[in-house]
């Protein structure tokens, strides 16, 4: 039986896309070999790999200025590659007081993850930060600096449940986002930023690929010293076949794209999911037991946090233990909170349809009232 899974990443994928993928498991179009098997620089996967671009491009709407890479190593990477990329001096190793600066805003772990990388590269700033109510919210933006090399956000948060409610205007300088788990959400404005990355495994696809789309006049900035598999301009050059790519994934992301291109694409998706996370928040504001904790200007349309309402830590242990459980007894999984905060989160990304939402929400109202 199939279930309901909440999880934040890897996550659930659409199971049309999963019966193609089995379908064409052992024989893909023809070929006698299955995709894992075909070589990347192959006739037979040039076609997937330009599918799943063109398909890419058409869905997000990506203006023709911006290069699509297909790289690995997850977003935790991109991490270091944009300050590399983007910032570094050409003396190798921490910058001193002369090097250039980046702001950064810390809008929770991921994004103080990628400020702390950053430091490692460039100076970089963080100007702002939501710690101060444990990321409930999202700063105000702050002014870039007129010498910063680029201006690095993470557009949704994925383990306290915010979203940016609107893109900071950069002027000059670069804007570089995480979007790792709000991609193919909602329409985004691609030309307001320089560069974007994402680890597929929330909304694109399976883990092993790392999108990134950058602005091509952001390409051909690194340092002499830095790694060839780190620079972009490498994989730009080489069409993402500087080495193997993952050959694997980025067939399953271009069924992922042909999937959500045929729902209608991001306005299609948009309305399913703001339907979803109103489901969900709606009840989540007349529950009794339990509440988001986001302020509502700034809550994701992606993941759910939720806590319970008892301020007794055993007895709140014991209820969301119990939760956990009967819900994985319904087939409803995967929905404990991230290890380093804990509570309870669900995870409802494009793959999950309304029908999971629905059930989720009918299991913790009956699950409510026998607490
Ligand atoms: C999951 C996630 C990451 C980490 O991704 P990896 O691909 O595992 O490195 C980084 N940022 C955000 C916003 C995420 O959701």
């Given amino acids: 039986m199939r279930v309901y899974n909440f999880s934040a ?37 040039k076609p997937i790999i330009e599918r799943t671009e063109a398909l890419l491009r058409e869905v997000l709407g990506l203006p023709p200025h911006y290069k699509v890479l297909f790289l690995q190593g997850g977003a935790s990477l991109q991490f270091a590659m944009v300050p590399i990329n983007l910032a570094a001096s050409d003396a190798a190793g921490a910058p001193g007081a002369s090097g250039p600066t980046a702001c950064y805003v810390d809008t929770g772990v991921w994004a103080s993850k990628a400020a702390a ?41 994925t383990i306290t449940g915010t979203m940016w409610d609107s893109i900071p205007d950069t002027g000059a300088v670069p804007l570089a986002a995480d979007v790792s ?56 050059a080489e069409g993402s076949m500087y080495n193997t790519p993952p050959c694997w994934c980025i067939y399953m992301t271009g069924l992922v794209l042909e999937w959500a291109a045929a729902l209608g694409g991001l306005p299609a998706l948009a309305e399913r999911n703001k339907k979803k996370a109103a489901l969900l928040y709606g009840y989540l504001e007349k529950s009794r037991l339990f509440r988001s904790p986001v302020e509502k200007p700034y809550r994701s349309l992606m993941n759910v946090p939720f806590l319970v309402n008892e301020s007794d830590a055993d007895k709140r242990k014991a209820i969301e233990t119990r939760f956990l459980s009967e819900a994985a007894a319904a087939g409803l ?19 999950m349809p309304l029908e999971g939402v629905a059930a989720l929400v009918n299991f913790a109202e009956a699950f409510e009232k026998n607490v």
């Fill in 9 to 45: 990443g890897p996550s659930m994928l659409p199971l049309e896309v999963l019966q193609k993928a089995g379908a064409e498991l052992t024989d893909a179009g023809g070929t006698g070999q299955s995709v894992m098997e075909l070589s990347h620089r192959s006739k037979d996967f």
């Fill in 181 to 236: 788990s709000c991609i193919l959400s909602e329409p985004l404005d691609v030309s307001r930023f320089g560069l974007l990355y994402a680890g597929a495994q929330k909304n694109l696809g399976p883990a092993g690929l790392t999108l990134v789309i950058i602005r091509e006049d952001l390409i051909g900035r690194a340092p002499a010293w830095a790694p060839a598999m780190l620079r972009y301009d490498i994989h730009a």
């Fill in 117 to 157: 990388e950053g430091a490692k590269y460039c100076r970089a700033e963080v100007r702002a930060s939501s710690k101060d109510r444990n990321y409930t919210y999202i700063p105000a933006a702050p002014a870039p600096a007129p010498g910063d090399a680029f201006y690095h956000i993470t557009l949704n948060n």
């Fill in 333 to 351: 999984v995967n929905l404990a909170g991230h290890r380093l905060v804990g509570g309870l989160r669900a995870s409802i990304y494009n793959a």
